[in-house]
C-alpha cells in the first residue's frame, strides 16, 4: 500500500480536530438541564458475527442519568473494544445506539449547534480524505487501521443528529427494520465481479473447493442471458419514528410529517414537553423471510445475484 505521508499526516490532523470537538460537545452537553434521557444498549458485536444475520438481538433499556451518561459516550465512541476474555470484536459491525437525550431548553444553543455541525463537518471531510486516496474499501481498512488501532470507520461516517428541525417533536417511536439493497447489474459487471473475487482467493490461497465454486458460477453466468438483480441482505437496524401533533392537521401548509431514519446515534431534543415515547424492544427474526421468495431465481451465492422478475 502507497500512501503519501501527507495523507496520513491530513488524517491524523483531522482525527485530532474531531477529537478536541467531541471533548467540547460532551463538556457543553453536560452544563445543559437534563430533562429525560433513554437508551436502547444493543451487545457489541463479535467477530463471528460479521458471517451470519442475527437470530435474536437482546435490548437492554437504560434510564436517567444512567442513560445519559452511556448516550453521551456513545456519540463519541469511535473504538471497538479491545479483545479479551477470549473474545474478538469486530470493528466492522458497527454498534448502533438507538436512544434520545432531551434537554429542559426550549432551543439548541447556538454554540453546541455550531459544535455538532463542526463535528459533523469534519467527519465528513475524515471520510472524503480516505476514500479520494485510496483504491477500493480494503486499502480504505488497511489504511485507517494502520493509523488508529481498532476505529470504527462507520462511526465517523455517522452524523449527531439535533431532532429540533424544524420544532421539536412530541413523540419517538423505536423499533426494527430489515431492508434489502437491491440495484439492477449487468451481465458483464457481475463478470467482472466474480473475476474479481476469483483473482482474490487465488492471492489469499483460499481452499481448492473455494476457488472451483467461483469457477463454476463465472461458467454458470456465461449461459445465461436474463436480466440481473442484486438481491442483498442488509442486517437488521434500529430505527426511529419522529412524530408531531399537527401531522394530521387541516391545515395543509403547517403539517408536519413524520421522520424516519436509523437509529444509530441518541437524538437531541431540547425541548420542555413532555415526549410519548415507544421503547424498543428485543428483536426475534420471523419465520419467514421476504428473501425466501427469490430462491428460484438464486443464480450467484457469492454475489447474491437473482435473476429479475422483470425477465
Known amino acids: 500500500m502507497d500512501i503519501k505521508p501527507n495523507v496520513k499526516a491530513k488524517l491524523r490532523q483531522k482525527m485530532n480536530t474531531i477529537q478536541s470537538l467531541s471533548d467540547q460537545l460532551k463538556t457543553e452537553l453536560l452544563q445543559l438541564p437534563l430533562k429525560e434521557s433513554q437508551l436502547f444498549l444493543l451487545p457489541s458485536f463479535e467477530k463471528e458475527d460479521e458471517l451470519e444475520q442475527p437470530e435474536t438481538i437482546s435490548v437492554t433499556p437504560l434510564m436517567g442519568q444512567t ?15 479491545d479483545n479479551t476474555l477470549g473474545k474478538e470484536y469486530s470493528t466492522r459491525l458497527v454498534r448502533r445506539y438507538p436512544g434520545f437525550m432531551q434537554f429542559d431548553v426550549e432551543a439548541c444553543p447556538t454554540h453546541i449547534e455550531k459544535c455538532i455541525r463542526q463535528l459533523n463537518d469534519t467527519r465528513g471531510d475524515f471520510i472524503h480524505i480516505l476514500k479520494s486516496n485510496t483504491k477500493d474499501h480494503q486499502e480504505q481498512w488497511d489504511l485507517i487501521h494502520s493509523l488508529f488501532k481498532r476505529i470504527m470507520t462507520h462511526q465517523l461516517k455517522r452524523k449527531i443528529m439535533i431532532a429540533d428541525t424544524p420544532t421539536s417533536p412530541d413523540r419517538l417511536r423505536f423499533y426494527w427494520a430489515k431492508k434489502m439493497s437491491s ?10 465481479q466474480l473475476e474479481k473475487l476469483l483473482h482474490q482467493a487465488s492471492l489469499l490461497e483460499e481452499s481448492e473447493g473455494k476457488i472451483l465454486a467461483i469457477r463454476s458460477q463465472i461458467n454458470q ?7 440481473l438483480v442484486i438481491r442483498r441482505p442488509i442486517r437488521i437496524k434500529p430505527m426511529i419514528k419522529l412524530s408531531y401533533k399537527n401531522e394530521y392537521g387541516s391545515d395543509l401548509s ?12 441518541p437524538v437531541l431534543v431540547f425541548s420542555k414537553k413532555e415526549l410519548k415515547i415507544t421503547p424498543l424492544n428485543d428483536y426475534h427474526k420471523p419465520p419467514t423471510d421476504k428473501i425466501d421468495e427469490y430462491k428460484p431465481d438464486l443464480i450467484c451465492p457469492q454475489l447474491h445475484l437473482y435473476r429479475s422478475p422483470n425477465t
Open 67 to 81: 442513560a445519559f451518561n452511556e448516550a453521551l459516550h456513545s456519540l463519541t465512541a469511535y473504538y471497538a473494544k
Open 183 to 192: 440495484p439492477k447489474i449487468t451481465k458483464k459487471q457481475a463478470m467482472n
Open 221 to 227: 453466468l456465461q449461459t445465461y442471458n436474463d436480466k
Open 254 to 265: 403547517s403539517q408536519l410529517r413524520p421522520k424516519e431514519c436509523s437509529a444509530t446515534t
